[in-house]
């Protein structure tokens, strides 16, 4: 079995990665002319984000053909350079799989538009009210009703996303069978990782309207989602134990995720789950500004790590992807504290019971970009909010602050390669603007500088494959009730890890709980840290501390 708890992901979000061929746009040919920076770094998997054909309303999560390159982003033989490229270099490929809907451009939409009976059971219709209302209350997540009325057909169709996502009706076997062939085809291309695309959405219960929310409660962790990925693992990915999967969990539960994700339980290898970035959300209320709350974010982070550890069951741990706000200018410092901060930041991820996961440009720290004018903003789900935000009243300027913190653009930002002109992303015009501040964050400058923000998250890694603690040690908290020290072990029979942390620019003082005597330290983010009990911690300082038995 391929050993997925020493691995760690890269996700290349590839159309803001490196553009080879000089369109603003990047591309397939751009990843394996860059593969050799991420065989540096040490990943072991590139996710790349969907890349088939699409009119792009979502960023190609709206996918009109599972089994095509887009051409606006290469073509098949371009695929299969990289993936024999990335071979050579000891890398796979984790394809993206958006099973939950199609767009509405697919061919399979487009036959049950025109009524052709085979297919208009791929999809979900239900009648509105008989005064045009829709057929119950439940909101897209970005924004609006949920439901698009069809006047030809005089019936309406659920989108729990954009109305050109139309989701797909997985209680039909047929739409299951066709997602098998999907994997199939690309299981044949070799592709040996598969992200699901909010697959805990699938299996929709009852279609009632929500007196109490956003209509979430009666299809997420729906009541066949568990069957249908066992099917889905059986029939497809599942027969290949060298294959990982990873399912992307939208407001889900910890009971639930034990079954995703179970070593025994033949649904997923591993997932992702959100409530550690909702730390700075009302609720879940994502556009309002509030400091985050590091005692909550404690509470969730280990208590997934304890919970998931005691049902043996495999997290995905990260702090960034192309739908979150850059983690340094999240919970980390911009300014003079940047690079410790980055790297205490990469530190608490990588040192977790889980799989790491690397978002594209968060290995040099970058940051949010700042856009003042709604124009910069290509994000379907930004731009719908910032207009609901005016029609509740608000004023302009207050929308831009919660975009500039929120929006999922922040992420989006073309990959800072070097200080020239166009960043090393393109010779042409990017289709999101580069963060200006590329002349001093860049790969260029970091590569090759040992104390750089890229060569600790080499270490990182490095790490995971040298020290078996880090890949499957147990964790325990602690000190939970710190108020600015994030701290825990990692134990096997043989070693044991002791990771300490200061989350806030403000100095600490810290007595560690664990006996150090025989520790030394493995990793820090200033040169003169030291494995002792008594600690006076430095702004963001961030230490690994390791002893063998
Ligand atoms: O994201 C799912 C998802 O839940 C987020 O889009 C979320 O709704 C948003 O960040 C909340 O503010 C996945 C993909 O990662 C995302 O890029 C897609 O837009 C979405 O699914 C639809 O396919």
């Known amino acids: 079995m391929y ?70 982003f290469g073509t098949m033989a371009d695929f299969e350079e990289l993936s024999r490229e990335a071979e050579k270099r000891g890398i796979r490929l984790m394809l993206d799989m958006v099973f939950n809907h199609t767009s509405t451009e697919h061919e399979w939409f487009q036959k049950a538009l025109a009524g052709d009976p085979d297919y208009e059971d791929y999809y979900i219709w239900r009648e509105g009210g008989p005064d045009g209302t829709p057929p119950n209350n439940w909101e897209s997540k970005f924004g609006g009703n949920a439901w698009q009325y069809v006047p030809e057909k ?25 997602l098998q062939n999907v994997i199939r085809f690309w299981m ?28 979430r409660r009666f299809y997420t962790d729906g009541p066949r989602v568990h069957e249908f990925l066992h099917e889905l693992n059986e029939a497809t990915f599942g027969t290949d134990a060298e294959i990982i999967t990873v399912g992307e969990m939208s407001s889900t539960s910890m009971e639930n995720c034990y079954k995703y994700a179970g070593a025994d339980t033949g649904e997923l290898s591993m997932v992702f789950s959100f409530h550690h970035l909702k730390v700075d959300f009302v609720g879940n209320e994502k556009w309002v500004l509030v400091p985050f709350d590091f005692q909550k974010l404690k509470n969730i982070l280990f208590s997934w790590q304890t919970g998931m550890s005691d049902h043996n069951a495999w997290n995905a741990v990260f702090w960034c992807n192309h739908d979150q706000p850059r983690v340094v200018s999240r919970f980390g410092d911009e300014g003079e504290y940047w690079k410790p901060s980055a790297k205490m930041l990469g530190t608490v991820i990588h040192c977790l019971r889980g799989t790491p996961y690397v ?43 919660i975009l500039r913190v929120h929006s999922r653009d922040n992420s989006r930002t073309p ?29 260029a400058s970091q590569v090759d500088d040992p104390d750089s923000i890229f060569a600790h998250y080499r270490k990182l890694i490095a790490l995971r494959k040298q020290y078996d603690v880090i890949a499957n040690g147990d964790f325990a908290p602690l000190d939970m009730a710190h108020p600015s ?19 806030y620019r403000k100095e600490a003082d810290w007595t560690c709980p664990v006996d150090l005597d025989g520790f030394t330290c493995l990793l820090s983010n200033y040169a003169d840290s030291r494995a002792e009990t008594k600690l006076h911690l430095r702004p963001y300082e961030s230490l690994v501390l390791y002893r063998a038995n």
């Not at 053909?65 to 887009?70: K, M, N, S, T």
């Not at 954009?162 to 739409?175: F, G, I, K, S, Y």
């Not at 968060?362 to 004018?373: A, D, K, L, V």
């Not at 020290?485 to 989350?503: G, H, P, Q, S």
């Open 154 to 178: 005089g019936n309406w169709y659920l989108h729990l996303f954009d109305p050109t996502q139309a989701d797909l009706n997985w209680e039909n076997p047929r739409v299951r069978k066709e």
């Open 415 to 443: 990959m800072q390669w070097d200080a020239s002109e166009g960043g090393g992303f393109s010779e042409a015009e990017p289709w999101i603007s580069m963060n200006p501040n590329h002349k001093t964050i860049n790969a």
């Open 485 to 503: 020290v994030l701290a825990y072990t990692r134990r096997t029979d043989r070693e044991d890890l002791v990771v300490i942390n200061n989350f």
């Open 188 to 215: 044949g291309k070799g592709v040996k990782g598969f992200r699901f695309d909010v697959v805990n959405l699938i299996s929709k219960g009852s279609y009632e309207s929500d007196d109490q929310g956003d209509g």
């Open 3 to 72: 050993d997925f708890h020493k691995s760690v992901v890269y996700q290349c979000y590839f159309k803001s990665f490196y553009d080879s061929n000089g369109d603003g746009v990047g591309d397939l040919r751009g990843v394996t002319a860059k593969l050799d920076y991420l065989q540096k770094l040490g990943v072991d998997y590139i996710w790349l984000n969907p890349f088939f054909p699409s009119p792009q309303r979502d960023n190609g999560y709206d996918v009109a053909d599972y089994c095509a390159v887009d051409p606006r």
């Open 359 to 401: 978002y594209q440009g968060e290995e040099i720290g970058m940051t949010n970009p700042g856009f003042t004018s709604l124009d910069q903003y290509r994000d379907v789900e930004s731009i719908n909010h910032f207009h609901i935000l005016r029609d509740r009243g608000l004023h302009e300027d207050s929308a831009y602050d």
